[in-house]
Nanobody, 128 residues
């Protein structure tokens, strides 16, 4: 069983930056593809970034391209989401997700149903 723990959320002014971290407890996640999703009030959960387990491939939603960067440090067992130039519309609960992908080291997963493990979420609020 993989349990994911996110950290790094908070309140920031528009134009500011935050870095989210996600670490699994109980096991290493070296062969897990990882994703970052967000859900704003009244909206569905969308993938904003994803990274393959070998770190070679990434995905970004159009709304965050050029502003967000997903990365992973398998030695530290942690995946990150660096968020720059934040906008009020980035306000949401951000979730980390993981899916075993040992047979597909370069695959990224961008749909919610593709992930089997989820964190509890961390609130990001961007004030105007």
């Amino acid at each position: 069983q993989v349990q994911l723990v996110e950290s790094g959320g908070g309140l920031v002014q528009a134009g500011g930056s935050l870095r989210l971290s996600c670490a699994p407890s109980g096991r290493t996640f070296g062969n897990y593809a990882m994703g970052w999703f967000r859900q704003a009030p009244g909206k569905g959960r969308e993938c904003v970034a994803a990274i393959s387990w070998n770190g070679g491939n990434t995905y970004y939603a159009d709304s965050v391209k050029g502003r967000f960067t997903v990365s992973r440090d398998n030695a530290k067992n942690t995946v990150y989401l660096q968020m720059n130039s934040l906008k009020p519309e980035d306000t949401a609960v951000y979730y980390c997700a993981a899916e075993s992908s040992s047979a597909y080291p370069s695959r990224v997963y961008v749909f919610r149903h593709e992930y089997g493990y989820w964190g509890q979420g961390t609130q990001v609020t961007v004030s105007s």
